[in-house]
């Protein structure tokens, strides 16, 4: 089969490879139809998440059964169906919590209660490194999908593709970053990131009747873009101190009752950013995290969905007790919300594929993952189908 396979940082190309196999009673093998490349994707091909074996990459997949192991139930040959991004269990502790991120059995050899930086991680994820589990990904014609009986969710007919790829991943992520904040409507949310999460924060906020949504970002295409979808105010980001000023002033002086940061730890940085990290021994910047903490009015709520891999030097512990706020981070507990999600978007409730500005072969993926990486022409997501 064609896979996208990662061999080493910037080098991604589209590989034949053997098709994946049953290895386990509860498994299936899916035909995938369409897949995309996500942004946490970009921390493989940065470097940024350490990866030494050649893997196939993508958590983004849906398709239709292709196989069922003998213990499946619920799912058939010729079902179609989207699939979560974390690899969950469906019966341990975490999963009993509706944390699937931080299944018990789904990770075997990196597992543990610390949540260190290179050992005991969390739940397993489809094509997102050894740490993870070392799972082959979904940016390929077939992949394998372990415990089935938990995951996948069947799509209704009369849905496309396009409508709901983005269950996997993006969209319960960026509403799980509004759903941490309790909104009781008609509060200010200010999203940073006109990224596909950051986009989908935004129409999240929509859902909860934010009275004021204002996405902010560095690229001026990506904030019109989403202005566009959402109605939302846009700030564009010249550095820290006016971004800030300019949130307290749409905000009577208090800032943003829900900051959500949708950036992670690798923003656009100046030399000055890069040389402390290389003296700080750390991978890329809080610099977004740290424009929330002050964006956010007093008593205000702190969603971080981007990722932060190692830990940080001057983390802002007394601005966070000052100013009382509330943080909540970490990967998006799909599992728990995706049937909700689904219902918003059968009923027309919610428009996902408007983010997508490329689609491509999966043989051209080198070229998607340069120009989403580099944000050329125009690009906010790109979609590939691996049969082109």
Avoid at 338 to 357: M, N, S
């Amino acid at each position: 089969m064609k896979a996208a396979v990662f061999h080493s940082p910037g080098k991604i190309t589209c590989d034949e490879t053997e098709d994946p196999k049953i290895e386990a009673q509860d498994d299936v093998i899916l035909k995938v139809t369409s897949t995309a490349i996500c942004g946490s994707d970009l921390h493989m091909y940065s470097g940024g998440i350490p990866q030494a074996r050649p893997m196939v990459m993508g958590h983004e997949f849906m398709g239709i059964v292709e196989e069922t192991g003998s213990n499946v139930h619920g799912l058939k040959v010729g079902d179609r169906v989207v699939v979560p991004f974390p690899i969950a269990c469906g019966g341990c502790f975490f999963c009993d919590h509706d944390l699937p991120g931080h299944c018990e059995n789904s990770n075997p050899d990196m597992y543990g209660p610390e949540g260190g930086i290179l050992t005991e991680k969390g739940g397993g994820m489809f094509g997102y490194s050894d740490l993870y589990g070392g799972y082959n990904g979904g940016q390929a014609q077939y992949v394998r999908v372990p415990f089935a009986n938990t995951g996948p969710r069947k799509v209704p007919d009369h849905l496309t593709d396009s409508q709901v790829l983005f269950l996997t991943d993006i969209f319960p992520t960026g509403y799980t970053g509004v759903m941490w904040g309790e909104l009781k409507g008609g509060e200010t949310v200010a999203v940073f990131g006109a990224g596909p999460v950051g986009v989908m924060a935004a129409k999240s906020a929509v859902l909860h009747n934010a009275s004021k949504i204002i996405v902010i970002d560095t690229l001026q295409y990506r904030l019109d873009r989403v202005k566009a979808q959402t109605g939302c105010e846009t700030v564009l980001w010249k550095n820290a101190k006016d971004t800030i000023e300019e949130i307290r002033h749409l905000t009577q002086g208090r800032g943003a009752d829900l900051c959500i940061d949708a950036v992670g730890f690798e923003p656009e940085r100046n030399i000055v950013d890069r040389v402390k990290a290389t003296v700080n021994f750390e991978k890329g910047s809080i610099k977004v995290l740290d424009a929330c903490f002050s964006a956010a009015r007093r008593g205000g709520r702190i969603s971080i969905l981007g990722v932060y891999p190692v830990n940080y030097d001057n983390f802002r512990l007394g601005q966070i007790f000052d100013k009382g706020l509330t943080v909540k981070a970490g990967q998006a507990p799909v599992h728990a919300v995706i049937d909700k999600l689904l219902g918003y978007v059968a009923e027309g409730k919610v428009v996902l594929d408007d983010v997508i500005t490329h689609r491509m072969s999966l043989t051209d993926v080198a070229k998607g993952y340069e120009i989403f990486d580099k944000k050329e022409d125009g690009c906010v997501k790109v979609v590939l189908d691996p049969w082109k």
